[in-house]
């Protein structure tokens, strides 16, 4: 995953701390997190200098995730191509 500075692009990678290279969706939610769905790892989640992981340990239905929305409400969900459930991910306050 590459972002752009203004001036160069700066990489990340698993050596950084993101789950794995392979990126499927990206979210910025409301309170400026960067969210990445993975093909296989589940969701890295950026804070602008370190990242966090969920997966299925942490109860995600699946660590494929293809999509993800943050709601009205602020909550945040996250889906696959190949499953008909979804997982919701609800902030503490």
Known sequence: MSRYDGQEFITFTTQD???ENNIRSILQDRAGY?????KDSGVSRFDGTHFSTLSVTDGLVHNRIAHI???RAGHLWFAG????KQSQFTRAK
Request: zero cysteines; aromatic letters at 14%; charged letters at 15%.
């Open 81 to 84: 191509n190949t499953h008909a």
């Open 69 to 71: 929305l943050e709601d």
């Open 34 to 38: 960067l969210w990445f769905g993975t």
């Open 17 to 19: 701390g993101l789950a």
